[in-house]
């Protein structure tokens, strides 16, 4: 990966909540800093406020130190890039404005390595934030996979809200800080696109049983006609 300190670019770590995300881009990090003796920084969105301080941390415990930029203003990054600086973390990307794609291109065109985590969609299964856009502008993306908290499959995830123990609603507001333990009410999962659903899901028509929507329908016999 680091073969070439001089040349720049963009690789996204991505999937759903508890996927690893932050796990791979911390991993990368110290790579690039001990392993390769390069000057690494680290950015992260004051959204995120589930971390305290001025550090990124993963659910295995590890961290890395991180500078907190206002996710309106992605543009500080370019302000607080240092000397040297080779390689540049952005965690929770998603909470970001469409800005941060510009940000992103600019370092990577003055040959610095970007290293982004973040999550692809949000509870809604729309693209959340700039993330469609990184991912369409990375030359390398890692989509990584979870475990179903309901049917435990594993594989690509999606992210589910619950809201008090119910799925949340499509109306609700796109960014609510959370995870696994319940906040206001809130809490999060990860869950396979066929035990995902929204509050509106249930009002609608059941989903046929796997395996039944290519079944071939009986033809009805042909009544003989009378001549």
């Not at 008090?164 to 796109?174: D, Y």
């Amino acid at each position: 990966m680091y073969k070439d300190p001089n040349r720049g670019g963009l690789l996204v770590y991505t999937g759903s909540m508890f996927s690893g995300k932050t796990s791979y881009l911390i991993r990368d990090l110290l790579d690039a800093e001990k392993a390769n003796g390069l000057k690494v920084q680290c950015f992260k969105p004051n959204r995120d406020t589930r971390i305290k301080g001025g550090k990124i941390a993963s659910l295995d415990g590890s961290c890395f130190p991180a500078e907190i930029v206002p996710a309106k203003c992605p543009q500080r990054i370019l302000k607080k890039i240092k000397f040297g600086t080779k390689v540049v973390g952005i965690d929770e990307a998603q909470f970001f404005s469409n800005k941060l794609v510009d940000v992103v291109l600019a370092l990577a065109k003055t040959g610095i390595r970007v290293i982004i985590a973040g999550l692809d969609t949000n509870f809604k299964r729309e693209a959340f934030g700039p993330m469609g856009n990184l991912l369409g502008a990375a030359q390398e993306v890692v989509k990584l996979p979870g475990k179903c908290e309901k049917c435990e499959i594993e594989g690509h995830m999606l992210t589910q809200r619950l809201n008090r123990g119910k799925p949340s609603s499509r109306k609700e507001p796109t960014i609510i800080v959370g995870g696994k333990k319940e906040k206001d009410g809130y809490t999060y999962e990860a869950r396979c696109v066929r035990c995902h659903c929204l509050a509106e899901d249930n009002q609608k028509k059941p989903i046929p049983e796997y395996g039944t929507l290519h079944q071939k329908v009986p033809k009805s016999p042909k009544k003989r006609i009378k001549k």
